[in-house]
């Protein structure tokens, strides 16, 4: 990856965070070379702190960190694009983004995945999903075998009804095991679009 971070004085390049899921703008921030190297080696979205003059990674204080999911640069080679999926709200505000928005999609299952990655992030007693992680990839992994078991059971009868609830619970199940495993559906849809090329 090469960027020109030479083209300002002061050797930072803009860098627009961008949710994974929702594809929401969260915020900007700058980096130096340093900071990037940082970013990409920790999956953690460091800064470069032009008020407190160090390097800061978003989160450090709060928890609220930016989990890398994917770096792009622009044509110009002087402006990073940084999907990152949040760990809790963004601003120091306390909103979702530095707009002051709120971070939702149009997209159900992207909103749902962002549901799934809060229960792992955030756990919760009362959550079926937080309980799941919480006993483990191979409680997960097993989960999914039995959703699609029941799948293929239904599929053989003539229950549209059964067949699609049992459908929508192995979708449910195959979310979390990609949460589980640091994956979003993105990813498999990658390597899906990978083999039409």
Not at 2 to 25: H, N, R
Not at 186 to 191: C, G, P, T, W
């Amino acid at each position: 990856m090469q960027i020109d971070f030479e083209k300002s004085a002061d050797g930072l390049v803009p860098a627009v965070i961008q949710d994974a899921a929702t594809l929401k703008v969260l915020m900007l921030g700058y980096m130096n070379r340093e900071a990037l190297d940082k970013t990409i080696a920790e999956k953690k979205v460091t800064f470069f702190s032009r008020s407190k003059n160090r390097l800061w990674t978003k989160g450090e204080e709060s928890g609220n960190f930016l989990l890398v999911q994917d770096i792009k640069v622009d044509c110009d080679k002087d402006t990073l694009l940084i999907r990152a999926n949040p760990v809790g709200p963004v601003c120091h505000t306390g909103a979702d983004t530095c707009w002051d928005e709120k971070n939702v999609s149009n997209d159900f299952l992207a909103k749902l995945e962002s549901i799934i990655a809060e229960r792992k992030n955030n756990p919760s007693e009362k959550s079926y999903t937080s309980q799941l992680f919480a006993k483990g990839i191979n409680k997960v992994a097993q989960k999914v075998g039995e959703e699609a078991v029941e799948v293929v059971i239904e599929a053989k009868d003539n229950n549209e009804s059964l067949f699609l609830n049992e459908s929508a619970d192995l979708l449910f199940h195959y979310l979390i095991l990609l949460q589980a495993k640091g994956y979003q559906l993105a990813d498999v849809i990658k390597v899906l679009e990978g083999r039409h090329k």
